[in-house]
């Protein structure tokens, strides 16, 4: 089976949820494979729920060190044009 490699731009509960729903199943054939957010103080955060998972607060070098297929932004609207 092959897997869609993943990576997360922003944290939040919503990142947290959807993370779950990977690990339950809910969602198939996807990896979340790094988590990249420009605070980094939420590295604290993110290793205390998924140790497993890189985090990264560059996220340029997220992308010259992860194999990346998808890269989903969970940071507010407002944030993306910046």
Do not use: C
Not at 1 to 11: C, E, L, P, T
Not at 62 to 80: G, N
């Amino acid at each position: 089976m092959v897997f869609q490699k993943v990576a997360i731009v922003g944290w939040n509960q919503e990142v947290n949820a959807y993370i779950s729903f990977l690990k339950d199943g809910l969602i198939e054939n996807v990896e979340v494979i790094a988590i990249y957010d420009k605070d980094k103080s939420m590295k604290r955060v993110v290793n205390y729920h998924y140790p497993e998972i890189p985090f990264y607060h560059d996220y340029k070098e997220m992308m010259r060190k992860e194999t990346v297929d998808a890269v989903l932004s969970f940071h507010p609207s407002l944030l993306h044009t910046r």
